[in-house]
């Protein structure tokens, strides 16, 4: 069923319909809102706000396709976190109960898994650096791979700004990760 299908039913009471959106979004809001705030526990608490206020504004959506609407949402959600947030100190590579997340490996050795576990690290820190615009922008269309024509609906800027935007956090993120101690320096220049 489409998501304009859904939305009807979710507004006329059925609560399976809502849940269906849930389960279609909540991991492409989840990975956004981590790779904004940095933080897995925040950006657990970023979806679970989207769908309770989504929930609550039901009646009026009508704007954008559900889909842009809840990444809209999520957007302002992750900027509301940001503006109350003390600066605490957070491990990008920690959950919120201070083990390290690691990506399972299967058949990769401990050598290449560890290089793995540094480039996600100097990619995370890379994306974390870039001022908040740029890195809305470039998440939204290399992650979570919306139009550029929907990230300019999401955030309420003209298509030339989301593509400004994202040349220029493409160019900052490769300047930072060629000087982010070698793991990335040969890249680019053969």
């Not at 990008?92 to 560890?114: I, N």
């Not at 690290?121 to 992650?143: K, S, T």
Request: with cysteine; glycine share 8%.
């Amino acid at each position: 069923m489409d998501d304009e299908s859904l939305l009807e039913r979710a507004r006329q009471g059925d609560s399976a319909a809502f849940t269906t959106l849930v389960e279609r979004y909540q991991d492409d809001l989840y990975t956004m809102a981590v790779r904004l705030l940095g933080v897995p526990a925040d950006a657990a608490d970023v979806v679970q706000e989207t769908f309770l206020r989504a929930y609550m504004r039901l009646p009026e959506l009508r704007a954008l396709s559900v889909r842009g609407w809840l990444f809209r949402v999520a957007v302002n959600a992750c900027r509301d976190v940001q503006r109350r947030a003390v600066r605490r100190p957070a491990d990008p590579l920690e959950d919120g109960e201070g083990k390290v997340l690691e990506l399972p490996s299967p058949g990769v050795g401990p050598e290449a898994a560890a290089e793995a576990r540094e480039r996600a690290a100097a990619i995370r820190e890379a994306l974390l650096g870039l001022p908040q615009d740029y890195r809305v922008a470039v998440v939204l269309r290399d992650v979570n791979d919306l139009a550029y024509e929907e990230i300019a609906e999401v955030l309420h800027v003209p298509l030339g700004t989301v593509k400004s935007r994202i040349s220029r956090a493409r160019t900052m993120l490769a300047g930072a990760l060629r000087s982010s101690g070698g793991l990335f320096a040969a890249e680019g220049h053969g």
